[in-house]
């Protein structure tokens, strides 16, 4: 879940030119041609705009007709970086595709299964739950709602208008709620594990603790955030951004690519940092615990027990989602980070539904009762098949007595 990387209001690759006073300023004797006449599209005007942006040293603006404005493309916006972000949305997408099959795998393989420790089970279960929901309504943003500058989507919703705008503010919260309650259970997964394997503690009602946690928390982080500042979630705000485009320093409007909140994204990231952090401290100790228990036997089995500790909680403490804070230093660290987070719910049936021991034992358990029960079945049915056929024979030889005598 690409929660981490830049978002439109950090990083504008394209945003809408607004001629403002600057430009004014800026031409001096140059003549700059009336608003008026660069929305109605004169090509007269348009060509001595551009010729005046030439004049200027501005090149990374472009007229495009559809919208009537003047797009500027950041420098970086190369197209080398654009084929990147293109394989890694489809890449990120195909992943999460397969992540959110396997969560429903692993929630029905759960459900059906009855281990002894099912606090366990029941936090995995809500961990599941929130990245299921959390990779589908990000895959439906990235995909179905791309721009909000589009004019249709199939003739029947008008992106630019108000409705669209409350569907997107809406998304925007559900997502802010969805990725902040998928860390908020991986965090809860971090203190089950600590209570267990390193305090071996147990506290009551340990079931509506986790789930007032997993779920509240949550939602008082969106309440507190929409109320303190109602802007965050609202799509109809417009996000401007001052650029320099050669010697010209202009004020541009960022075009949205995805339904997601405006303003400091440290709104959504500072929490998360927290609980990442503290799982981090969770994933050293139970480590150092897991290799202090094995570490009397042989290297070569001392290794592969490390291995499989660190894959089976790469998927329930999410550590691995701190790759997310440095992406932008190197475009590998970006698609090690997608690679890695993309992949969760695939991890995690893997490591805790196909290779669990405690899960594998009592799947056995309870294929071997269903067999015995059709056994048990199977017998009575022949048992009656030979009673009645015990039954029928009687009568045949009565029959046959009577017919004699």
């Known amino acids: 879940m690409n929660t981490t990387r830049p978002t439109p209001s950090e990083t504008a690759s394209s945003m809408a030119i607004t001629w403002s006073d600057n ?5 001096r004797h140059d003549e700059v041609p009336n608003r008026d006449k660069t929305q109605k599209s004169d090509r007269v005007g348009i060509q001595k705009i551009e010729e005046f942006l030439t004049s200027k ?14 797009i500027f493309e950041s420098p970086a916006t190369t197209k080398e970086s654009m084929r990147h972000e ?10 999460m595709s397969f992540s959110i099959t396997a969560d429903v795998i692993s929630f029905a393989f759960l459900s ?11 936090v995995h279960k809500n961990l599941l739950i929130s990245l299921a929901f959390g990779h589908t309504v990000y895959i439906l943003d990235i995909n179905i709602f791309p721009s909000r500058n589009m004019h249709h989507v199939f003739n029947l919703i008008v992106w630019t208008g108000s409705p669209f705008q409350t569907i997107c503010s809406v998304i925007a919260a559900v997502q802010h709620y969805l990725y902040t309650s998928l860390y908020t259970w991986m965090l809860i997964e971090g203190i089950n594990l600590y209570l267990k394997i390193v305090k071996v503690f147990s506290f009551g009602n340990s079931y509506a603790t986790y789930s007032l946690t997993g779920w509240g928390v949550p939602g008082v982080i969106v309440g507190f955030v929409a109320v303190i500042q109602p802007s965050t979630y609202e799509m109809s705000t417009m996000l401007y951004k001052e650029i320099m485009c050669g010697t010209l320093k202009l004020t541009g409007t960022v075009n949205r690519e995805r339904c997601w909140l405006n303003g400091s994204v440290w709104k959504f990231k500072g929490p998360v940092l927290a609980m990442l952090l503290a799982n981090l401290a969770v994933f050293a100790v139970v480590l150092r615990v897991s290799f202090g228990r094995i570490g009397r036997r042989n290297y070569a089995q001392t290794t592969r027990k490390g291995l499989k500790a660190i894959f089976a909680l790469l998927p329930l403490l999410g550590v691995t989602f701190l790759l997310g804070f440095f992406v932008d230093f190197h475009v590998t660290l970006e698609y090690a980070f997608v690679l890695l987070n993309s992949i969760q719910g695939v991890l995690f049936f893997i490591c805790h539904c196909a290779f669990d021991d405690q899960v594998r034992d009592a799947m056995s358990k ?20 030979v009673t009645e056929m015990a039954h029928k024979t009687k009568n045949l030889y009565f029959v046959a007595c009577d017919k004699s005598a």
């Open 23 to 27: 430009i004014a300023n800026d031409s």
């Open 57 to 70: 040293g501005c090149f990374s603006a472009s007229f495009d007709e559809e919208s009537g404005e003047f």
């Open 112 to 122: 059906v299964v009855r281990v002894l420790k099912s606090e366990r089970i029941f």
């Open 366 to 385: 309870m294929l071997r009762k269903k067999r015995r029960v059709h056994s048990l079945q199977k017998f009575k049915q022949e048992s009656k098949m």
């Open 86 to 95: 293109k394989i890694l949305n489809t890449f990120e997408t195909t992943l």
